[in-house]
T-cell receptor
Framework: AQKITQTQPGMFVQEKEAVTLDCTYDTSDPSYGLFWYKQPSSGEMIFLIY??????QNATEGRYSLNFQKARKSANLVISASQLGDSAMYFC??????????????FGTGTRLQVTL | KAGVTQTPRYLIKTRGQQVTLSCSPISGHRSVSWYQQTPGQGLQFLFEYFSETQRNKGNFPGRFSGRQFSNSRSEMNVSTLELGDSALYLCASSQGLQKQETQYFGPGTRLLVL
């Protein structure tokens, strides 16, 4: 079984500052992928960043970076230079490779980020 | 490329009725997955279709069913609606060939059951 834990229900950050959203996971899969999605109030899930369990380097996509610590089973999302448009729910998700449900994403409960002036 | 589209965007139904939701994947994507999102249960996987076949299924009752057409468009059907079926239903598409590929989501269909 796979489990994602996001312990921060809500976060506030000032515009132009960096913020870290926490994500820890648990899985018995030897190989897996970790994803972060953003969900604005409109409802659409927007893909942000992906990290494979065997990737040597932390993933980066523009202002988004993933702080991957495999031994600690954590995959924190770092948003640099926050913008007002970053206000949304953020979900951490994972998917294994060798289990029968490899196509299924397991999501955390999400963190609501509010960017303030 | 156009993104994933879902129709309708909003639906209001009454208990006991049935509903059909539609999802058109990104061009070239052959895998479509469906998820239910509720405030209480969060995001839960319903099922995945690939090349017109159900490839994976989540833990939902048989009232929830789906299908996929030869053009990869997918429909999800819920029969005998219950109040607890009120949710945002999201579909996601991917090529379906590699297990670590990203799933891209549509805007969702908000279903309200009265």
């Amino acid at each position: 079984a796979q489990k994602i834990t996001q312990t921060q229900p809500g976060m506030f950050v000032q515009e132009k500052e960096a913020v870290t959203l926490d994500c820890t996971y648990d899985t018995s899969d030897p190989s897996y992928g970790l994803f972060w999605y953003k969900q604005p109030s409109s409802g659409e899930m927007i893909f942000l960043i992906y990290q494979g369990s065997y990737d040597q380097q932390n993933a980066t996509e523009g202002r988004y970076s993933l702080n991957f610590q495999k031994a600690r089973k954590s995959a924190n999302l770092v948003i640099s230079a926050s913008q007002l448009g970053d206000s949304a729910m953020y979900f951490c998700a994972m998917r294994g490779i060798y289990t029968g449900t490899a196509s299924k994403l397991t999501f955390g409960t999400g963190t609501r980020l509010q960017v303030t002036l | 490329k156009a993104g994933v589209t879902q129709t309708p965007r909003y639906l209001i139904k009454t208990r006991g009725q049935q509903v059909t939701l539609s999802c058109s994947p990104i061009s070239g994507h052959r895998s479509v997955s469906w998820y239910q999102q509720t405030p209480g249960q969060g995001l839960q996987f319903l099922f995945e279709y690939f090349s017109e076949t159900q490839r994976n299924k989540g833990n939902f009752p048989g009232r929830f069913s789906g299908r996929q057409f030869s053009n990869s468009r997918s429909e999800m059907n819920v029969s005998t609606l219950e109040l607890g079926d009120s949710a945002l239903y999201l579909c996601a598409s991917s090529q379906g060939l590699q297990k670590q590929e990203t799933q891209y989501f549509g805007p969702g269909t908000r279903l309200l059951v009265l």
